[in-house]
């Protein structure tokens, strides 16, 4: 109403409202006020006790409502009228005419209309409509026929359950309908209603298709959960809104569902097996180079059009040198898929007749978040494979066209083996804010992108568990014993080599006697700048020089591009603390001769990846043996750095007893040897 909705409220609760407070009267009634009456109203007073009591319970509990109404309002600067209606005030066309007029009145002014049936006066609801309208039995009803006769634009009809179920909600296995065509109806199975006032979910269908048939948007509820209106209007998928077309496609959660099936699937099959997928699909990907290419391409113009550039460009274009990488990562993990799940790690002999083995098994179902980077569609999913984790992918719209055909690709190897549904791809922004809710489906989520989308997903994710990194801010650390060539050779590559990716360099730092015994440091900047790096200053760099670079906006910044700060440290203490400071936990590297001074360097250092005179880019699950990665973590629990197939597998214990018992270990007459065995 503040924000310049024009907004009804048709309300129930006066019956409800009223039987607390004549429930009360009618106890003392009973009991004391009998005592002191001369007359015996004993029988009266049963029988009305049998009765529902809703004609005194509206008339009495009508005041107190009314005043709840107006209290809460008034928080908020908005005056409330209440408009009482009988049914008969919709036939009757002068009567009828006299209340829209004063609704609109209200609305007018500014007030919101509070409408409600005066059930004191009101015959009990009758079935069967009239003239092709709907019969006015409850509030709903009611809700949907003011919602038609004002043309409004949307009817929120509120429940106490979070929408429209296949069959009732607390039904084992009762599916929740985001999407709802009345001409379905016929597939639902209703419950018992509510004791409360005179509607039902079944009353709530029926009268929703109504004002649906009639042109007006409505959705079903929970008028329980915070913010639910507000949510609705700006168009979050909330409750259940009925639509007058069949949908087509898989709702999110069906996916989701399909991926836990999948999932187990995968977990079936033969490890020779998941790596035959592996390496079906690496061919289908030379295979269809051609139209591959093509598909980025049309992305890519695209996204020109629309004015992308820098790192999320460069990010979402292929190569040839792209796809034979990415081909030979995907040998690579089909190579070491062998020994993934099911693999014994540790063995147990826990007595003469008791062994426990602890095995590994997939943690289940990931959902991995990416913008751009279309060819880590096939690196995830290949590791979800070889894992045997159900996977569903979720893309930027910029590669729409690159994903959708590398997806075709995925979904034919999978294909082979029956597993098709293991994997699958979502869209939209509303299907992603559905997807961080179904904790009973989804295990983990992996976000790979922006600083800003990752941090989204972590702020939204209330009960999945997300990994890996907002930033990537990495350092390379030239310490005083470092060989000018190497340094030089390292902090460019470090940098030029991919800009964009989350393992380049930003942050140079710099032993202060580079600046004053050797020519080092400016061979090092003069690399950069030949490589059309720009350099900004730290602060002590620029206290140093007179006529020094550009001062760096902050020493934590990750720029994502071709450039870099440049600020000079005394010690390799200094440049420890200066990352722990600044650092994002991603990699850190040391350019030095001095082994003592590394081993320090790698000791201290907190970061998710330690280097030793090697590039910061070294920092990838292919560079490192992995095949690929889902993601570079910098948490520290579970996985830490690129996370391959181990970061992606957990573990269940098996246990082997002949007829043990606990009682009988507590007695004595069995003892533990918690022997240790060999795991082969």
């Known amino acids: 109403q503040n924000s310049g909705a024009e907004c009804i409220l048709v309300t129930s609760g006066a019956v409800a409202f009223g039987k607390q407070k004549l429930s009360q009267e009618l106890l003392m009634s009973m009991s004391m006020r009998e005592t002191l009456s ?361 590669a729409q066209n690159t994903n959708a055909m590398l997806m075709r690709l995925v979904k034919e190897a999978l294909g082979r083996y029956g597993c098709g549904d293991a994997i699958s791809m979502v869209s939209g922004r509303n299907e992603v804010s559905e997807l961080l809710k179904l904790d009973q489906y989804i295990d983990l989520i992996i976000p790979r992108g922006s600083n800003d989308m990752v941090k989204s997903i972590k702020e939204r994710s209330k009960s999945i568990p997300v990994l890996g990194h907002a930033d990537g801010i990495c350092h390379v650390y030239l310490d005083r014993h470092a060989d000018p060539e190497k340094a030089i050779k390292i902090v460019t590559d470090s940098k030029t080599d991919y800009p964009a990716a989350c393992n380049a360099m930003e942050t140079l730092l710099v032993h202060d006697s580079l600046l004053m015994e050797n020519e080092l440091f400016y061979q090092v900047c003069q690399a950069l700048k030949k490589a059309k790096v720009q350099i900004y200053s730290g602060p002590r760099l620029s206290q140093t020089l007179t006529f020094g670079p550009p001062k760096a906006e902050k020493l934590s910044l990750e720029y994502g591009d071709l450039a870099c700060t440049v600020e000079v440290v005394s010690s390799v203490d200094e440049a420890v603390e200066h990352i722990h400071k600044y650092g994002s936990g991603h990699t850190e590297v040391i350019v030095t001769e001095d082994e003592d001074t590394a081993d320090k360097f790698l000791g201290c250092v907190d970061s998710a990846c330690v280097f030793h005179n090697a590039s910061s880019r070294f920092a990838d699950g292919f560079r490192l043996g992995l095949g690929a990665e889902v993601g570079i973590s910098t948490g520290r629990i579970h996985a830490r750095g690129p996370v391959g197939v181990e970061g992606l597998l957990t573990t269940k214990w098996v246990l082997k007893g002949t007829d043990d018992t606990a009682s009988e270990y507590s007695r004595g007459e069995k003892s533990f040897t918690h022997l240790q065995l060999p795991t082969n």
């Not at 003239?131 to 009611?142: A, M």
């Not at 540790?346 to 978040?369: A, C, F, H, N, Y």
């Not at 751009?372 to 979720?394: E, F």
């Open 38 to 398: 001369s007359v015996d109203r004993t029988s009266e007073l049963k029988s009305i006790a049998h009765n529902e009591l809703k004609r005194p319970n509206a008339a009495v509990g009508q005041s107190g409502l009314m005043a709840l109404y107006e209290a809460m309002f008034r928080n908020y600067g908005i005056l409330v009228g209440q408009v009482l209606v009988t049914k008969q005030d919709f036939k009757n066309e002068n009567t009828r005419e006299q209340l829209f007029n004063t609704i609109r009145e209200l609305m007018a002014l500014n007030i919101i209309p509070v409408i409600n049936t005066n059930d004191a006066v009101s015959p009990p609801p009758q079935d069967g409509a009239e003239d092709g309208s709907l019969n006015i039995t409850d509030n709903d009803s009611l809700a949907s026929t003011i919602a038609v006769d004002v043309n409004a634009d949307l009817a929120i009809l509120m429940s106490d359950v979070e929408g429209i179920f296949d069959k009732p909600p607390k039904e084992e296995g009762a599916k929740l309908l985001h999407y709802f065509n009345p001409k379905n109806i016929d597939q639902l199975k209703f419950g018992a209603k509510s004791n409360y006032g005179t509607g039902g979910m079944e009353s709530k269908v029926k009268s929703a298709s109504h004002a649906l048939s009639n042109g007006c948007s409505v959705v079903i509820c929970n008028g329980m959960k915070y913010n639910t209106i507000r949510n609705i209007v700006a168009g979050h998928n909330v409750g259940t809104m009925f639509v007058p077309i069949e949908l087509e496609g898989t709702t999110v959660e069906v996916l989701a569902q399909n991926a836990r099936m999948g999932s187990r699937k995968l977990c079936s099959l033969a490890p020779e097996e998941r790596a035959d997928i592996i390496r079906y699909l690496a061919t289908l990907l030379v295979n269809h180079e051609t139209d591959i290419m093509a598909a980025n391409q049309q992305d890519l113009a695209n996204a020109r059009a629309m004015g992308v550039s820098g790192p999320l460009y460069d990010r979402l274009e292929l190569s040839r040198g792209k796809l034979e990488s990415l081909c030979a990562g995907l040998m690579q993990i089909a190579d070491t898929s062998y020994n993934n799940v099911g693999k014994v790690i540790r063995r147990t002999k826990i007595s003469d007749t008791l062994e426990v083995e602890q095995k590994t098994l997939p943690i289940g179902v990931l959902m991995v978040i990416f913008e751009s980077r279309p060819d880590a569609l096939p690196q995830v999913a290949s590791l979800a494979i070889a894992s045997a984790n159900g996977l569903l992918l979720k893309g930027g719209k910029e």
